[in-house]
């Protein structure tokens, strides 16, 4: 298995708190890493149909099959468990006795926070990082990280096609997440949908647009933007602004979680095709805007990240939350050195001078260079650290 960074916030959590709830995409790890922490403790797979049927209609046998301390694995199946957690808990009163894993918020969010409230603690797994592959002995160039992504199992055994995998993996995600939600009633317009926003990865999301094309409301787009967000498939970049100006443009933008799943939606599927796509440039903004959230997630922090764009064409691909102040970033998919990718940091740094905590750089796929004229440039597989700070850690609890 590959060490995740993550590992220490949650064995930290676990003497803090009687349960952590570990949220994130299917697939991303959150089952392999709760039983590698935690061999000893039972395990209950809410997947499975005789688990399920147990938990439902018998919870108090239920849990003499599986004691506490115990790891129960896709709780949103059957969330009206909940409850009866809470009741052991405040009998047992007993720290780490619950590792709860879910790749669905929609209807655990305030299932939790009515029956869990003070009584765990809520932690983001995505799927792997680029440190995280690197301290594993992986390191892939550009276009074959963007092809293959970040999900464990493709790098369980060298040799597997991302192109099978994220097909298998998009049939699993519509069959049981998407489907199960109910707001979806047409699946083939709804994969339509992923696909043409697979195509505006890194690009601010216009409902109205959208729903054009996919022949559907504005509003049924932003249900499904919801159900996608909640089930960790995608990750919304909110816009920074501040009162001084009307300007700022109020869109979000929108990225895949995984990289891979985006290339393989937009029909690529070899690494020449990923150098020759004209969206190159946006599949490498999601990778390292991902990075961002990963390294954040991964340390116990809020993410505290956002984009710039106002109507004049001023824009920054990325700032980063520093002690209540921003570091901006401009990220580049090019190998070389150029100042020009600096003009717009000089432009923001000096249209709001306090609030920068530094001057930020540029991430790109050449050498890291700690200073060219002012600026840092970061090759991307050295850029985790730039998104940590020495903030106090920060973990949702409920």
């Given amino acids: 298995m590959i060490k995740r960074k993550i590992e220490p916030v949650i064995k930290r959590l676990m003497t803090e708190y009687p349960a952590v709830t570990i949220f994130g995409p299917r697939q991303c790890g959150k089952t392999t890493l709760s039983l590698f922490l935690y061999p000893d403790f039972s395990y209950a797979n809410l997947e499975d149909l005789q688990t399920r049927k147990l938990a439902e209609e018998d919870p108090y046998e239920f849990f003499i099959r599986h004691p506490e301390p115990v790891v129960i694995d896709e709780i949103q199946r059957v969330p009206s468990l909940l409850s009866l957690v809470q009741v052991r808990i405040d009998e047992r009163k007993e720290m780490g006795q619950y590792i709860i894993t879910g790749s669905q918020q929609i209807r655990l ?3 939790i926070s ?8 809520v932690v983001n797994l995505l799927p792997l990082s680029l440190a995280e592959l690197s301290n594993a002995g992986i390191v892939l160039d550009r276009d074959q990280q963007l092809l293959s992504g970040f999900m464990p199992y493709l790098f369980k055994t060298p040799g597997r096609t991302p192109s099978d995998y994220y097909r298998s993996y998009l049939t699993t995600y519509v069959e049981r997440d998407v489907a199960s939600v ?3 009633h047409d699946l083939s317009r709804f ?3 992923l696909t043409l926003l697979a195509g505006r990865c890194g690009q601010l999301v216009n409902n109205s647009a959208l729903s054009g094309e996919v022949g559907v409301s504005s509003t049924t787009i932003g ?9 960790h498939l995608v990750y919304i970049l909110r816009p920074w602004f501040t009162s001084r100006t009307s300007q700022i443009v109020k869109t979000p933008k929108i990225y895949f979680s995984d990289v891979g799943l985006a290339a393989h939606l937009l029909g690529i599927s070899t690494p020449s095709q990923v150098n020759r796509d004209p969206l190159m440039g946006n599949l490498f903004e999601n990778m390292v805007v991902m990075e961002a959230v990963k390294a954040r997630f991964n340390a116990g922090k809020s993410d505290q990240l956002y984009f710039f764009r106002n109507s004049n064409g001023l824009e920054v691909d990325l700032l980063v939350g520093q002690q209540r102040k921003l570091v901006p970033y401009e990220i580049k998919s090019g190998r070389t050195i150029d100042s020009r990718h600096t003009l717009n940091l000089k432009k923001f740094i000096s249209k709001y001078p306090d609030d920068i905590a530094e001057v930020g750089g540029v991430i790109y796929c050449g050498e ?3 200073r060219f004229k002012g600026y840092s440039f970061c090759n991307f597989h050295d850029c985790a650290p730039l998104f940590e700070d020495n903030e106090l850690n920060f973990t949702i609890s409920f």
Avoid: H, K, P, Y
């Fill in 182 to 184: 109910g707001a979806v």
């Fill in 223 to 231: 249900s499904w933007l919801s159900i996608l967000e909640a089930s």
């Fill in 114 to 121: 009515q029956s869990l409230a003070g009584r765990t603690a």
């Fill in 368 to 370: 890291s260079v700690d």
């Fill in 109 to 111: 969010q305030n299932a």
């Fill in 191 to 193: 994969m339509t949908f």
